[in-house]
């Protein structure tokens, strides 16, 4: 089964953007954390193919957050949400190994339903 994780200290926007994933690929599992520790517990549970990050969270920010899953596990496809739609974040988030960079206030639920889509399609799932 598909697995994502959704990485996010907002509650109102995580709940919202697991809505849009449950409501469009109902085939999927959304697990979802609120802060790095509870990432890191997810991840280690059962290893999500897609993470939606967010940078700001409680204790460690979802940059070293993104290192630290991406050096266990490498093939884990991790897309960056966040409010910091800067070149200097940008960057950070593509150093860390995030494959994605989204800014929240530009990126709509169909940007999000398209690229997991595209990752669907790519990891040859079947589901679409």
């Known amino acids: 089964m ?3 994780l959704i990485v ?7 709940k919202m953007l697991k809505g849009t994933l449950t409501s469009r690929f109902p085939e999927i ?10 990432a890191l517990q997810e991840v280690e549970d059962s290893v999500p193919d897609l993470i939606f990050m967010d940078i700001e969270l409680p204790g ?11 050096k266990e596990n490498p093939d884990a496809v991790i897309a960056i949400l966040t409010n910091h739609d800067l070149p200097e974040y940008r960057d950070a988030a593509f150093q860390s190994g995030a494959a994605y960079f989204l800014a929240k206030e530009s990126t709509g639920p169909e940007d999000i339903v398209s690229l997991v889509q595209s990752i669907l399609i790519a990891k040859g799932s079947g589901l679409i």
């Open 2 to 4: 598909f697995q994502v």
């Open 8 to 14: 996010e200290d907002n509650s109102l926007y995580r």
């Open 29 to 38: 599992s959304v697990s979802e954390a609120g802060d790095g520790v509870k």
């Open 60 to 70: 460690e920010n979802g940059l070293v957050l993104t290192k630290k899953i991406k």
